[in-house]
């Protein structure tokens, strides 16, 4: 029996992808549907030398790994909609001194308590704009559990390389799903380690210098050096300025380090794009059900394609204007209001031919759902 193949949740293979990532550290409290992160977790990471805490709400867990990053230790929370709501004073907190840290949104219906046991994707919006003030975040989705494993270990790539906050959406379906995962050998997915400074004890260390290549080398706090934390303007010392000539040099390199490295960042999954007439955009479980229409229409003539975005924020405007340009349709698939729309909209060269298939009543979207989408706007004559 090979044991690399499991039958998991997508809760489950976000847990041992972060193990495989190197997670060090998770403090979080559970809540639906994210619970099976800090159960699986709370007996996988201390039997790998890890630490697991339950903290007494979400507020003190988003706090606890931003202390535990600046230790040295790759470090994750997890939670749903709610809790995603009291950490956001915190994740700024975090893109602003620049902490390395993976946030999991398992979502469900909403706002406030919404729908606890049902399927949403409606914190897309929230996971770019939550926090408040001008910043950048990056935030990845899967709709598939090989997948899941794939983008939490990107979420830790990400995180360090960028020295950033980053979320992974994930959504109820994808959470509580069963179904295969072949996990790679180590060291079959390059894992990306905390970039540590080469500045000597004693030296005049400069904790939020950039090197000429963007990325910010750090110290471990109780090692070599001491340096200040702190949420305000600060200087590359990390004490707090109200010069505009800081503030406006921090802010640029805060959104700049994300958004100039849009291609970078990127990741996404495209089918039968190269003759599509009408192209579907979608992400997270949703995807599964347009991949499934995709695949079916295909067999019957019709030239229908499928990207799939697994980098939600920032937004891949370039890659969705090109992928699009020849379509005759985009339909965006999503359980929420439309908020992928609107940035498809924003993307494309022509948004008049941009609609949406969408649910946001707690029910799985189906293939039958988007078909009648598609009848409606083929029926208009669009």
């Known amino acids: 029996m090979n044991e690399k193949v499991r039958f998991v949740q997508g809760n489950e293979a976000c847990v041992e992808a972060a193990i495989y990532a190197g997670l060090d550290f998770f403090a979080g409290y559970p809540i639906t549907p994210s619970t099976e992160i800090a159960e699986h977790l709370s007996s996988r990471l201390p039997g790998k030398g890890g630490t697991f805490i339950q903290m007494e709400d979400e507020i003190a867990s988003m706090c606890a790994i931003i202390g535990a990053s600046l230790t040295g230790n790759k470090v ?27 946030i999991v949104n398992v979502q469900r219906g909403g706002p406030s308590t919404g729908l606890p046991t049902s399927v949403s994707q409606g914190d897309v919006g929230q996971a770019l704009w939550g926090t408040h003030g001008d910043h950048a975040i990056i935030a990845l989705s899967a709709s598939n559990h090989q997948d899941v494993f794939a983008m939490t270990i990107e979420a830790f790539n990400l995180a360090e390389t960028y020295r950033t906050p980053v979320i992974l959406l994930l ?16 060291g079959e997915i390059p894992l990306v380690q905390r970039l540590r400074t080469s500045v000597k004890g004693g030296v005049d260390y400069h904790p939020y210098l950039p090197r000429e290549d963007g990325r910010l080398p750090m110290s471990d706090f109780g090692g070599e050096h001491r340096y200040n934390v702190t949420g305000l303007i600060h200087d590359m010392w990390g004490f707090p300025s109200g010069n505009p000539a800081v503030a406006h040099g921090l802010l640029r390199h805060l959104v700049d380090k994300i958004w100039n490295n849009v291609h970078q960042i990127a990741r996404y999954k495209e089918y039968y794009l190269d003759d599509a007439s009408t192209v579907l955009i979608s992400y997270g479980s949703s995807a599964r059900s347009a991949l499934h229409l995709v695949q079916n229409r295909r067999q019957r003539g019709e030239r229908l394609g499928l990207l799939e975005l697994q980098t939600l924020w920032p937004f891949p405007a370039s890659i969705v204007r090109d992928r699009c340009a020849s379509a005759k349709h985009v339909v965006v698939v999503e359980m929420n209001m439309g908020q992928i729309f609107k940035a498809v909209k924003m993307a494309v060269n022509d948004p008049g031919k941009v609609f949406l298939a969408n649910r946001i009543d707690g029910v799985f979207i189906t293939p039958t759902d988007i078909r009648n989408i598609l009848r409606l706007i083929r029926g208009k004559g669009v």
């Open 76 to 102: 994750m929370t997890a939670t749903s909609g709610p809790g995603f709501s009291l950490m956001q004073e915190s994740l700024g907190y975090a893109i602003m001194a620049e902490i390395p840290c993976v």
């Open 171 to 186: 959504d109820e379906v994808v959470g509580h799903m069963r179904e295969k995962l072949i996990i790679p050998e180590d």
